[in-house]
C-alpha cells in the first residue's frame, strides 16, 4: 500500500520516532511539500555515523606550557560521501580559556572508501593526565538541510609533565660543579676527600695542600688538588600534604617544591651521586629508586606528573619511617615542605632525631613574597594591620627555621623563583665542605 503524508516523511526518515513528531506535521507537508522532501532526500543521501572508523595517534606527552598535537583520523567505509562537522572533547584544563572551541571543531569532507587525518592541538593549563572524551559528529546531506549526529569513544591520553623552568640555572652550577671537582683551568681546590691530582702552586693557595714528597722530586712546589666524593645517595622527598596546596602567585606550593626537586636531580646526576625520590603525606603517593642516571630525570617527570596536594595533614611519624627504609646507608636528604610552625613543631620536631642521627637533613620551603611586601603596608589602619600580620608571619618562619638548625638540620626558604637555584647552592655548598 503506497503511504502519504505523515506516514511517507516517517519511510523517508527512517530514523526518527513517530512520537517525537508533532500532529501539525501533516499539515507542514501539505503546505511545504517540497521543502519537507528536500529534508528527507538530504538526510537520506547523509553519509551515515555508526559505521565510520576513528583512530588516534599523536603526542602522549607535552611539557606544561608547551602545545601536544593528537591527530583523529576518520575512515569513511560507506558508500556515500561523508560532510560532517566534528568536535574531539577533552577536558577543559587542555587548552588555554577561550581558545576551546576554535580547537576542538573541525570541518571534514571524506569521499566513499576514503580517510582523512584531523589534528587536535592541546595547550594544557594543568599537570595530569589529560583523557580524551567522546567525539562528537554531525554528518550532513548535500544540500546542508538535515544531518545525522552520533558519537564516538575513541581514548587517548596526554599527560602533562611539569615545566622544569629552572633549566636555565643548570648551566652556571654546573660550571661551579666543575671547578669544585678541579677540571676548569682556575683549578679550584674543593674540599672533598677524594684525591683528583697534583699543580703548581699559585699564591693563595693552603699551605696544608702541599705535597712534599711530589715537590722533592722537582724544582717547583707541588700541590694537591680534590674533588668532592662521588656516588653519595641522595633522596628528594616531596611533601604533598595539605600545606602543599597553598598557592603562591599563580601555581601551588607543590609545583615550585617540583621544579626544585629537578634542578637539583639535573645536579647532582651529573656530579656522578645517585638520586631517589619519594612522595609522601599519610602513604607514599610516587617513589622513583635505583635509576641509572640518563633515566633519572625522565623518571622522575613521569612520576610528578599526576601528582596532586592531598587535603590531610602530612603523617611525619611515618614518612620518616619511609625514609629510613629506602636510605638504610647515610644519605643527604632533602626535604620539600613547608616552615609553618604547627607543622614542624607537632609532626617532624618529635621524630627528626630518628632521621639525623642517620642521615644528612636538608629542608627547602616555598616563602610567599606577597608577605614581604605586606611588612612594608602603611598608611592607613588597614595596612599597619596587615603590615603586622606580615612581621609576625616572618618571625614566626624565622623561628620554625632556628629549631631546625639546632637539630642540625640545613634549611633554605626562598621564593618560587629563587627556590630552584638555592637549593642547587646548599648542595653544592654540602659539597665543597666535604659533608656528602
Known sequence: MALTGRAALLAALGSIPVGILEPSLAGLVAVNGPLVLACAIDHALAAPVRTLGLSRTGDTSVRLGETADVHLTVTNPGGRKLRARIRDAWPPSSWQPGTETAASRHEVTVPAGERRRLTTRLHPTRRGDRTADRVTIRSYGPLGLWARQGTHAV??????????????????????????????????????????????????????????????????????????????????????????????????????????????AALATRAGDRVDLLAHDRRARAQVRGRPAADVLPSFVNAMAPLEAELVETDSRTLVSTILRSAPRRSLVVLLTSLDQAPIEEGLLPVLPRLTKRHTVLVASVADPHVADMTTSRGTVDAVYEAAAGTRSQSERRRTADQLTRHGVHVVDATPDTLAPALADAYLALKAAGRL
Open 155 to 264: 581514548p587517548w591520553t596526554v599527560r602533562v609533565l611539569p615545566p622544569f623552568t629552572s633549566r636555565k640555572h643548570l648551566p652556571s652550577r654546573l660550571a661551579r660543579l666543575r671547578e669544585l671537582d678541579g677540571r676548569t683551568s682556575l683549578l679550584t681546590r674543593g674540599e672533598g676527600t677524594e684525591f683528583d691530582s697534583l699543580r703548581d702552586y699559585v699564591p693563595g693557595d693552603d699551605t696544608r695542600s702541599i705535597d712534599w714528597r711530589a715537590t722533592a722530586r722537582q724544582d717547583k712546589v707541588a700541590v694537591r688538588t680534590w674533588r668532592p666524593e662521588r656516588d653519595r645517595h641522595i633522596l628528594i622527598c616531596l611533601d604533598t600534604g595539605r600545606t602543599s596546596a597553598g598557592r603562591v602567585g599563580d601555581a601551588p606550593r607543590l609545583d615550585s617544591a617540583m621544579d626544585a626537586a629537578l634542578l637539583l
